[in-house]
């Protein structure tokens, strides 16, 4: 990795490029650090600190923001629109014709879905915008409330969340035209790795306090942390291939076909996508305890079924565990089978004179490359449930360590952006290095 970018630095296009990606980073740290007007930022700290746990909404959103959600800044919803509305345009790309054709439609019809991505990504700001002003003003961290002074301070605060979450789009979209690598993904991997420092330090600081406790705990999760980075790393790389043999075709006096190739299959096919769709769906019921908390008292039947149900969804408990693993695994499976036909993927080997050998033609080949996907997509799923879950299990034996619950999601994110980047950046190298026909 670090001799790839070495290479890349002694090639001046590909430096500036490098320069402009990391330009586009520094403002968009500057701007997660720039607090909107008109709020009391030690209110909003101080009711983040006692509600962005247990891994509701809250703390996803503050987590993929890399703590300007917790500072109020106009960067507090940075990517996390344009993530959601890339979700639903995805989605609705497998149930809708139109959109399905765009898809189809080469490089004019991936910029129309951007733009249609990008409006949705707007419309979802808007919403999310007003959402925090109203909590922001809940919690009283809203200077003025009332008269023609709460109004100007709606809108402006308002305003600067939507305008902040569009400007983290653009940016994102100028890193993918002059940049290094997604832009989106840069952005999001810039958010997290900022929060790794308070991760840092909140080892340290337990480590100073009880070091008799907590320094070889500290060393035990830094070696962990190692091991499951190497672990990701190998399972990002990992693939099946399936093999390919294409008959022998005789036009004249020229043969074509009889090669040999593969199909090459990602046990990690479907990314960290399984992950996000797994922690939006399990952070709702404590989300929904934000609004109403658990009764202290119950006496009826619905009062206890409540707080049972609170109780039943903490992270803190090993249902939450085992419900989350199993969503993983679940919204796995979905997402492979709206990226592969089996069935498409056998016509196509038919048309083309291919087949994999031992298999006919037709419904058994479509039947074993399904077969193939299940298994892979199963061990793909147990893997992203194990790096997801375990920091869980880490905030259940001891609640000092919460604070890095979502440090599994986390670091399969940054690892699997670093890797996209080092491709990316090997592939432009190798096509400044290739030497034309003409040459």
Known sequence: ???????????AEIRKKLLFTLFIII????GSALTVPFLTL???QEWMNSNATDGNFLEYLNVLTGGALSKATIFSLSITPFINASIIVQLLTYALPPLERLQSEGEEGRKRLNQITTAVALGLSVFMSVAY??????????????????????????CCFIAGAMLVVWMGNRINDKGIGNGVSM???AGIVARFPTDAGTLVTLTKN??????FVSIAILLVFVFMIGFVVFMNESERRIPIQYAKRVVGRKQYGGQSTHIPVKVCMSGVMPIIFAMAFMSLPSTIGMFKGPYTAPSGFWQRFYNGFLNF??????????IYFILIIAFNYFYVSMQYNPVEMANQLRQNNGGIPGIRPGKPTSDYIQRVL???????????????????????????????????TTMLIVVSVALETVRTLESQMMMRHHKGFLE
Do not use: C, H
């Open 313 to 322: 969804f903490s992270t803190q408990s090993f249902s939450y565990a085992v």
């Open 1 to 11: 990795m670090f001799e790839t970018l070495r290479n890349a630095w002694k090639v």
């Open 210 to 215: 009880e070091p008799s406790k907590y320094l």
């Open 42 to 44: 030690s209110k909003v």
């Open 133 to 158: 002003y109203f909590n922001l003003k809940n919690m009283g961290a809203v200077k003025y409330t009332t008269g023609f002074d709460g109004v100007f301070a709606a809108i402006v605060i308002t």
């Open 374 to 408: 299940s298994k892979i997509t199963l061990v793909g799923a147990i893997f992203l449930g194990i790096i997801a879950i375990f920091p869980i299990f880490l905030g259940m034996a001891d609640n000092n360590l919460r604070s890095l619950s979502m440090g599994g």
């Open 187 to 189: 952005i999001l991997f």
């Open 27 to 30: 403002i968009f740290r500057f």
